[in-house]
Nanobody
Framework: VQLVESGGGLVQPGGSLRLSCVAS????????MSWYRQAPGKERELVAT????????NYADSVKGRFTISRDNAKNTVYLQMNSLEPEDTAVYCC?????????WGQGTQVTVSS
């Protein structure tokens, strides 16, 4: 089982990034997928979740209206489009797959928002 994130980097405040998480080794289309983030010295935070079909999404209040989670089950990939980025969004972003008691995590990708 693997979850591999990409798309992180350094961006100026107000900029955008699109994160991708490619899954393998499990039935991706049956799993809820989520993005989490953890900033230095802070607890891990749930950013967004999407149901297996993509029909329902949920967001942390801190990112509503700025971030969009989506998925392509044909490509075993979940995305996080991040717009209007703020320095407070700086963190390591990880994806997670969940189905009943099974949970899989990726290693994460660093997002740094700074001028």
């Amino acid at each position: 089982v693997q979850l591999v994130e990409s798309g992180g980097g350094l961006v100026q405040p107000g900029g955008s990034l699109r994160l991708s998480c490619v899954a393998s080794g499990f039935t991706f289309s049956s799993y809820d997928m989520s993005w989490y983030r953890q900033a230095p010295g802070k607890e891990r935070e749930l950013v967004a979740t999407i149901t297996p079909s993509g029909g329902r999404t949920n967001y942390a209040d801190s990112v509503k209206g700025r971030f969009t989670i989506s998925r392509d089950n044909a490509k075993n990939t979940v995305y996080l489009q991040m717009n209007s980025l703020e320095p407070e969004d700086t963190a390591v972003y990880c994806c997670k797959g969940t189905r009943w008691s099974r949970t899989y995590w990726g290693q994460g990708t660093q997002v740094t928002v700074s001028s």
